[in-house]
């Protein structure tokens, strides 16, 4: 079975145009919505990918109408493929995953991209370990200073309930409770 998605980004748009040619094209359903390509809930869309069977085919007009990055596309074809369907679009030839040329573009766009992501992580890494040598602390900040924790360790060594510790802080007990020598040296 053929399953259409059609999107348009405003309330102003008209999604006609976009069920005609789905139609058209042998689309026996369409889900259509009116939701910004930006918003990651995307309900028909969500509906159309469960919707999906092994065989059928996931139908869109133009490939910006299905996805907002290449990012996301790759995500949303991967569900396709998950579900044992193909994907196709009208405008994008290359785009079709039910012929093997369409397959090899999308692997390649998607080696393309995992190659991208592996370059910002060594980019973020190299950056963090910069900011390591020149003394920055990265995560967060301690809820308690070296002085608190002193203080909170001994009043726990002394009997006091750990809770009452926490509550006097304002933190959760399992921060009093983690608290040991090591930690604060």
Do not use: C
């Not at 005609?20 to 028909?44: D, I, N, P, Y």
Request: glycine fraction near 8%; charged fraction near 30%; aromatic fraction near 4%.
């Amino acid at each position: 079975m053929i399953y259409g998605y059609a999107r348009v980004s405003t309330d102003g748009q008209s999604v006609e145009a976009q069920r005609e040619a789905l139609t058209a094209a042998g689309a026996a359903k369409v889900f259509q919505e009116t939701a910004s390509g930006a918003k990651t809930e995307r309900a028909q869309l969500r509906r159309a990918l469960a919707a999906l069977s092994p065989g059928d085919v996931l139908l869109v007009t133009r490939l910006d109408r299905l996805a907002r990055s290449t990012r996301d596309l790759l995500n949303v074809l991967d569900q396709v493929a998950k579900a044992g369907a193909g994907f196709r679009s009208l405008a994008d030839a290359w785009a079709d995953t039910t012929t093997a040329h369409g397959r090899l573009m999308l692997t390649v766009l998607g080696g393309l991209a995992e190659f991208e992501r592996e370059l910002i992580r060594a980019r973020t890494g190299e950056g963090r370990a910069r900011a390591k040598e020149r003394g920055v602390k990265m995560g967060r900040k301690f809820k308690l200073t070296h002085h608190q924790k002193q203080e909170a360790l001994a009043r726990r060594e002394a009997g006091e309930p750990v809770r009452e510790i926490a509550r006097s802080y304002n933190v959760s007990h399992s921060t009093i409770s983690r608290l040991s020598k090591n930690t604060i040296e």
